[in-house]
Protein backbone atom coordinates (compact mmCIF):
# COMPACT_ATOMS: atom_id res chain seq x y z
CA UNK A 1 0.00 0.00 0.00
CA UNK A 2 1.47 3.31 -1.39
CA UNK A 3 1.34 6.28 1.59
CA UNK A 4 2.23 9.57 1.10
CA UNK A 5 2.26 11.25 4.41
CA UNK A 6 2.48 14.95 4.81
CA UNK A 7 3.37 17.45 7.80
CA UNK A 8 4.99 20.87 8.68
CA UNK A 9 1.91 22.85 7.62
CA UNK A 10 0.38 25.54 9.68
CA UNK A 11 0.06 29.17 10.52
CA UNK A 12 2.99 31.81 9.95
CA UNK A 13 3.28 35.45 9.63
CA UNK A 14 4.07 37.19 6.13
CA UNK A 15 7.90 37.05 5.59
CA UNK A 16 7.62 33.58 7.68
CA UNK A 17 8.84 30.14 7.10
CA UNK A 18 8.07 27.03 7.04
CA UNK A 19 9.33 23.06 6.36
CA UNK A 20 6.64 20.88 4.43
CA UNK A 21 7.87 16.75 4.42
CA UNK A 22 6.59 13.95 2.78
CA UNK A 23 7.33 10.52 3.83
CA UNK A 24 6.88 7.99 1.43
CA UNK A 25 6.19 4.27 2.13
CA UNK A 26 5.03 1.08 -0.32
CA UNK A 27 7.14 2.31 -2.94
CA UNK A 28 10.66 2.65 -4.63
CA UNK A 29 11.19 6.04 -3.21
CA UNK A 30 14.71 5.95 -5.08
CA UNK A 31 13.23 5.99 -8.50
CA UNK A 32 10.13 8.69 -8.39
CA UNK A 33 10.26 11.79 -9.66
CA UNK A 34 8.63 14.04 -6.07
CA UNK A 35 7.32 17.16 -6.44
CA UNK A 36 4.89 19.59 -4.90
CA UNK A 37 1.97 21.59 -5.56
CA UNK A 38 -0.84 23.67 -4.29
CA UNK A 39 -4.54 24.30 -4.68
CA UNK A 40 -7.00 26.92 -3.15
CA UNK A 41 -10.41 27.10 -3.15
CA UNK A 42 -11.91 26.70 -6.75
CA UNK A 43 -8.57 26.71 -8.27
CA UNK A 44 -6.78 23.93 -10.52
CA UNK A 45 -3.50 22.65 -8.01
CA UNK A 46 -0.17 24.57 -9.67
CA UNK A 47 2.86 23.14 -9.68
CA UNK A 48 5.91 24.36 -7.03
CA UNK A 49 8.84 21.94 -7.46
CA UNK A 50 9.64 18.85 -8.71
CA UNK A 51 12.79 16.93 -7.93
CA UNK A 52 13.74 14.07 -10.37
CA UNK A 53 14.33 10.24 -8.91
CA UNK A 54 18.32 10.21 -9.29
CA UNK A 55 18.14 14.00 -7.19
CA UNK A 56 20.61 15.53 -10.05
CA UNK A 57 17.80 17.69 -11.37
CA UNK A 58 15.19 20.14 -10.41
CA UNK A 59 12.52 22.20 -11.65
CA UNK A 60 10.74 25.47 -9.81
CA UNK A 61 7.90 26.91 -11.48
CA UNK A 62 8.08 30.90 -11.22
CA UNK A 63 5.73 31.09 -8.04
CA UNK A 64 8.81 29.22 -6.62
CA UNK A 65 11.87 30.20 -7.69
CA UNK A 66 14.36 31.89 -5.22
CA UNK A 67 11.85 31.41 -2.26
CA UNK A 68 11.01 27.17 -2.23
CA UNK A 69 13.85 24.45 -1.91
CA UNK A 70 13.06 21.09 -2.88
CA UNK A 71 14.93 18.16 -1.52
CA UNK A 72 15.21 14.71 -0.91
CA UNK A 73 16.74 12.24 1.49
CA UNK A 74 16.72 8.78 -0.01
CA UNK A 75 17.73 6.79 3.06
CA UNK A 76 14.48 7.87 5.11
CA UNK A 77 12.14 7.76 2.19
CA UNK A 78 11.07 11.32 2.60
CA UNK A 79 10.71 15.18 0.44
CA UNK A 80 11.01 18.27 1.71
CA UNK A 81 9.77 22.02 0.73
CA UNK A 82 11.01 24.67 2.16
CA UNK A 83 9.63 28.05 1.53
CA UNK A 84 11.23 31.62 2.98
CA UNK A 85 9.62 34.84 2.79
CA UNK A 86 6.12 33.50 2.96
CA UNK A 87 3.07 35.77 1.68
CA UNK A 88 -0.91 36.06 2.28
CA UNK A 89 -1.04 34.59 -1.69
CA UNK A 90 0.83 31.71 -0.94
CA UNK A 91 -2.08 30.39 1.70
CA UNK A 92 -2.80 27.34 0.39
CA UNK A 93 -3.31 23.56 0.74
CA UNK A 94 0.00 21.98 0.03
CA UNK A 95 -0.12 18.58 -1.97
CA UNK A 96 3.14 16.19 -2.69
CA UNK A 97 3.05 13.87 -5.38
CA UNK A 98 5.26 10.77 -6.80
CA UNK A 99 5.84 10.40 -10.32
CA UNK A 100 7.45 6.58 -11.40
CA UNK A 101 11.03 7.88 -13.31
CA UNK A 102 11.11 9.91 -16.29
CA UNK A 103 11.92 13.09 -17.41
CA UNK A 104 10.83 16.72 -15.87
CA UNK A 105 9.46 17.28 -19.05
CA UNK A 106 6.04 17.65 -17.53
CA UNK A 107 6.57 18.37 -14.13
CA UNK A 108 3.55 20.83 -13.91
CA UNK A 109 1.14 18.05 -14.94
CA UNK A 110 -1.08 17.25 -12.21
CA UNK A 111 -2.35 14.54 -14.28
CA UNK A 112 1.20 13.14 -14.91
CA UNK A 113 1.90 12.17 -11.03
CA UNK A 114 1.12 8.24 -9.77
CA UNK A 115 0.21 9.53 -6.10
CA UNK A 116 -0.39 12.29 -4.03
CA UNK A 117 -0.20 13.16 -0.37
CA UNK A 118 -3.28 14.08 1.97
CA UNK A 119 -2.21 17.76 1.50
CA UNK A 120 -1.32 20.04 4.09
CA UNK A 121 -2.76 23.77 5.05
CA UNK A 122 -0.32 26.62 5.00
CA UNK A 123 -1.67 29.65 6.34
CA UNK A 124 -0.12 32.92 5.90
CA UNK A 125 -1.13 35.89 7.83
CA UNK A 126 -0.75 39.23 7.32
Known sequence: QVQLVQSGGGLVQAGGSLRLSCQVSGLLFSRYN?????????????ALATERWGGR???????????FTISRDNVVNTVYLQMHNLQPQDTATYFCAAKWDGTL???????????WGQGTQVTVSS
Do not use: L
Request: aromatic fraction near 18%.
Open 105 to 115: ARYNDQHDYDY
Open 57 to 67: DTVYSNIAKGR
Open 34 to 46: MGWFRQTSGKERE
